[in-house]
Structure formats: C-alpha cells, structure tokens
C-alpha cells in the first residue's frame, strides 16, 4: 500500500516543483521593436511573464515601463504595447494572454494620444 503512495506523491512533487521554478522567474523580454516619429514613440514589446498565477496588470505594466525607461532612456510621447504570454511554453503555442497598451508613466491607456 506504501508504494502505491509515492507512486501518486513523487508526480505530484515535481509537478509542483515546476510550478514553484515557473513562479520564481522575473519577466523575460523576447522581442522589442521601436517605432519612433518626431511627436511619437511607439515600443512593441513581446515578453513571457513566467506565471499561471492570477497577474495585477497594472502593476506589471508600470513595473516592465520602469524597467523600460531606465535601461532606454526616454523619448518623447512614448507609448508601450505588451503582449504578454504566461510561460516559454505558451510562446511557441502562440497562446497570447494579453495585450496592453500603456504611456510612459506605467498607465493603462486605450488609444495612442498625440
């Protein structure tokens, strides 16, 4: 009967292994294209965001902007478009799970303002 028990535990041990390695991971930028006008700067950003959890959009939008402008500087009326997948695995499925639009301060917009 013991064994019948580790048969059942040791999978779900990894599984939850995998689970908890996923999670940890900070956020990976796998592509980034900037288009830029003298009034515009519009940035495509496609990222893995490495979690399954439930995600507080805002906050990961100002966090990623944050992180944006200080490795790249600013430029003016800069607008950010992310589209976001959960895992890798998500990535190369094509299973996109969102798609924001935010400005330079982090905020959620829904249309590009000139």
């Given at each position: 009967m013991?064994?019948k028990?580790?048969?059942?535990?040791?999978?779900?041990?990894?599984?939850?292994?995998?689970?908890?390695m996923?999670?940890?991971k900070?956020y990976?930028?796998?592509?980034?294209?900037?288009?830029?006008?003298?009034?515009?700067?519009?940035?495509?950003?496609?990222?893995?965001?490495?979690s399954?959890?439930p995600?507080?959009?805002?906050?990961?939008?100002?966090?990623i902007?944050?992180?944006?402008?200080?490795?790249?500087?600013?430029?003016?009326?800069?607008?950010?478009?992310?589209e976001?997948?959960?895992?890798?695995?998500?990535?190369?499925?094509?299973?996109?799970?969102?798609?924001?639009?935010?400005?330079d301060?982090?905020e959620?917009?829904?249309?590009?303002?000139?």
């Amino acid at each position: 009967m013991k064994k019948k028990k580790w048969i059942l535990i040791i999978p779900m041990l990894v599984l939850l292994a995998a689970f908890c390695m996923e999670e940890a991971k900070p956020y990976e930028i796998l592509n980034s294209t900037v288009i830029s006008s003298p009034n515009l700067t519009e940035n495509e950003i496609t990222l893995v965001i490495h979690s399954l959890l439930p995600v507080d959009k805002e906050a990961l939008a100002k966090k990623i902007v944050e992180d944006h402008l200080r490795l790249n500087g600013g430029r003016p009326n800069q607008y950010l478009e992310l589209e976001l997948y959960r895992t890798n695995l998500h990535y190369s499925l094509r299973k996109v799970y969102d798609t924001i639009l935010c400005n330079d301060k982090g905020e959620i917009v829904t249309e590009i303002e000139f």
